[in-house]
């Protein structure tokens, strides 16, 4: 219980406050859960406008209405309008008020990037944790800290969400926070109010271009977790990504680097790369990693950079590192004694992301075998990377199965015709289109024979399936699995 002015500390107010002093019960922007003397924040989101749910959160129990648009302002209602010119920019300042900015008190990383979010910050917290810090987790995959996992719906919850998490792990005695931070989440204003210790830029590639239009727009909104941190903070940026310098140029922070190719504060070099892990050389000192992949290579220096810069001696890092897996679904190796071929779940949800796996796989398959690829593209999403998708995907596999991945609200099989629109004569030696996933694993094990390779991408660590509006249980991993005898 707090009171309102104490609430809306540092919030830009259109109107007076009828009574500050008022003492109010807790914040919502979704008004089913709002209960007696909360205070609903109403906003125009993306598919639906927040001030037509106004009413049903004055009927919930919401005495005070934080708004944008007066016209929904009755008079007739015993409540407190609060007016604003952004109301999803205020949310998260708002609720880091009434939550007693939990942030301010830990240790927290916030990590964005096109590819790479996922691994790094999860190898931060089994790295943080494995040295013995309570450390906590906000990811695609789960949320948590201790023996406490909450599924994660979004990749950056809401921000009264986020609030509430960090007010959890702050109550429990945790100290370092590692979080992916979506683009979505930075220019919805998700992450306002938070107070981050280390912001780390992984790349930037082709993605979310049905939300953001263009490319630079996307760049636009990864640089405000730069442009906002305050000077005490840190930067650690991939420098062998052109857009790095970019993403950091007006940043107050402290600024630090990492590359494979070019000179970097933190720099490794990748000696051998095979199916068992990478050897790598970090700061001239060499290690061996369960990880696959140069863009692992990429995500395991960040890991160490960060680690450094949070005060961690360089040995201590460079032993915990070395025991690490990478995180589920994303290059997650399937093996079964009765059959001798392997196959990989990957997330790789983007051109770029599975280019790097495909080159990987590539790299690490034996002479003469073959590498077999399941992928397909989600729908109401961004269409113009389907035909790249699939063109990628046939340039370095043998057998390509184009198939269903999140459909959603789209027809699958046109989705599927839009990435074979993507293919030319020099493509994959065969092409298959199978609209059913479970069937395209199924076919992909079936044509495996000894030391080929399957990938299976674009649902990583996904346990579901989405069409039209409904989640139906689907798990790649296990699915494969089941097939593999």
Do not use: W
């Not at 990811?139 to 979004?154: F, H, M, Q, R, W």
């Not at 840190?234 to 600024?255: F, P, Y």
């Not at 269409?383 to 609200?409: C, E, G, W, Y």
């Amino acid at each position: 219980m707090k009171k309102l002015e104490d609430i809306l500390k540092s919030v830009e107010l259109r109107n007076e406050l009828s009574d500050s002093n008022a003492l109010v019960n807790g914040v919502a922007i979704d008004s089913r859960k709002v209960k007696d003397g909360y205070l609903f924040i109403a906003y125009k989101g993306v598919d639906l406008d927040g001030h037509l749910f106004i009413k049903q959160a004055i009927l919930n129990g919401a005495k005070y209405i934080v708004l944008e648009d007066e016209k929904f302002i009755s008079s007739e209602s015993e409540v407190q309008y609060i007016l604003v010119d952004e109301a999803r920019k205020v949310v998260g300042q708002i609720a880091g008020n009434f939550y007693d900015h939990p942030s301010h008190d830990l240790i927290v990383v916030g990590v964005t990037g096109t590819n790479g979010k996922t691994t790094t910050a999860s190898l931060l917290y089994a790295l943080f944790s494995s040295l013995g810090f309570k450390s906590g987790l906000i990811s695609t995959i789960e949320n948590k800290y201790g023996d406490v996992i909450v599924p994660a719906k979004l990749t950056t919850p809401d921000a009264i969400s986020l609030q509430a998490l960090f007010a959890e792990m702050k109550d429990q005695n945790v100290s370092h926070v590692f979080m992916e931070v979506s683009s979505h989440a930075l220019h919805q204003g998700r992450v306002r109010g938070i107070d981050y210790d280390l912001a780390v830029f992984t790349n930037i590639t082709h993605d979310h271009l049905d939300y953001h239009k263009t490319f630079a727009e996307y760049i636009k909104a990864k640089q405000t977790l730069f442009d906002d941190l305050s000077k005490d903070a840190n930067i650690l940026i991939n420098i062998d990504d052109r857009n790095g310098e970019v993403i950091a140029q007006h940043s107050k922070a402290t600024k630090y680097s990492y590359a494979l190719k070019k000179p970097a504060k933190f720099k490794g070099k990748v000696i051998s790369n095979a199916a068992s892990g990478l050897q790598m050389i970090i700061d001239g000192k060499e290690i061996f990693l369960r990880l696959v992949g140069h863009f692992n290579a990429y995500n395991a220096l960040a890991a160490y950079g960060a680690g450094v810069i949070l005060g961690v001696e360089e040995h201590e890092l460079l032993r915990a590192l070395s025991t690490l897996k990478s995180a589920e679904g994303r290059m997650d190796i399937v093996q079964n004694e009765k059959v001798n071929y392997k196959a990989i779940i990957d997330y790789a949800h983007t051109p770029d992301a599975l280019e790097k796996v495909l080159k990987t796989l590539k790299d690490i398959k034996k002479e003469g075998k073959q590498l077999i690829t399941v992928v397909g593209c989600g729908g109401n999403r961004d269409k113009t990377k389907r035909p790249k998708m699939a063109q990628i995907a046939s340039r370095f596999s043998d057998v390509l199965l184009l198939t269903s991945d999140n459909p959603r609200d789209e027809d699958p099989v046109q989705i599927i015709n839009e990435m074979y629109e993507g293919l030319d004569d020099k493509n994959a030696k065969t092409v298959i289109k199978i609209t059913d996933r479970k069937e395209a694993i199924k076919m992909a094990c079936m044509l495996a024979k000894d030391d080929d390779l399957i990938l299976v991408a674009g649902k990583g660590h996904e346990k579901y399936q989405e069409v039209k509006g409904e989640k139906f249980p689907f798990d790649d991993k296990k699915i494969i699995s089941a097939f593999m005898h």
